[in-house]
T-cell receptor, first 113, second 112 residues
Framework: ELLLVESGGGLVQPGGSLRLSCEAS????????MSWVRQAPGKGLEWVAN????????YYVDSVKGRFTISRDNVKNSMYLQMNSLRAEDSAVYYC??????GGQGTLVTVSS | DIVMTQTPLSLSVTPGQPASISCKSS???????????LYWYLQKPGQSPQLLIY???NRFSGVPDRFSGSGSGTDFTLKISRVEAEDVGVYYC?????????FGQGTKVEIK
């Protein structure tokens, strides 16, 4: 069974930074695309970013381009999301997925002064 | 961006009865490789989304056969043949034919 563990969320002031991590266990993620999706409180799902199997291609939703950076470490079966210049509208639960399959509980990011 | 429109936005179903959710995309989800990149997810309360159906009609591993997907081009349907109590939650359709991937607004399914 796929198990993904997201971590790194928390409370941060506007303009601040956070680094989210996603670790895949019981599964080798290196042969699959990985993604971040977020869900603002009481809202629907929003795709945030994708990264190719080898990390050579990265894609972002327009609202985070230039502020967020997705990366991965296939040796550690992990993916990351470096989030800079955070805004109130980035507040959400962030989920990671492997090839469209989710398996974690998400990590909550709250941007507030 | 492709807009995904789901109807209805909420559904109250008697256990054992069928349910159907529609998803329409603002442009065709048929790719040049012949595949149609339309997915269905269920998000149960307090949980992450779980993949039910991929590429229109393929059930993901472990998904009960009471769930089925159909459709083509821009019109898609998720059907539950006999709703069970564990099926409550919010159902989302999503496309991945181009960036950005986008989701429907979600359909909340409740049990009567």
């Amino acid at each position: 069974e796929l198990l993904l563990v997201e971590s790194g969320g928390g409370l941060v002031q506007p303009g601040g930074s956070l680094r989210l991590s996603c670790e895949a266990s019981a599964f080798t993620s290196r042969t699959y695309w990985m993604s971040w999706v977020r869900q603002a409180p009481g809202k629907g799902l929003e795709w945030v970013a994708n990264i190719k199997e080898d990390g050579s291609e990265k894609y972002y939703v327009d609202s985070v381009k230039g502020r967020f950076t997705i990366s991965r470490d296939n040796v550690k079966n992990s993916m990351y999301l470096q989030m800079n210049s955070l805004r109130a509208e980035d507040s959400a639960v962030y989920y990671c997925a492997i090839s469209g399959v989710y398996g974690g509980q998400g990590t909550l990011v709250t941007v507030s002064s | 961006d492709i807009v995904m429109t789901q109807t209805p936005l909420s559904l109250s179903v008697t256990p054992g009865q069928p349910a159907s959710i529609s998803c329409k995309s603002s442009q065709s989800l048929l790719y040049s490789d012949g595949k149609t990149y339309l997915y269905w997810y269920l998000q149960k309360p307090g949980q992450s989304p779980q993949l039910l159906i991929y590429e229109v009609f393929n059930r993901f591993s472990g998904v009960p056969d009471r769930f089925s997907g159909s459709g083509s081009g821009t019109d898609f349907t998720l059907k539950i043949s006999r709703v069970e109590a564990e099926d409550v939650g919010v159902y989302y359709c999503m496309h991945s034919i181009e960036l950005p991937w986008t989701f429907g607004q979600g359909t909340k399914v409740e049990i009567k």
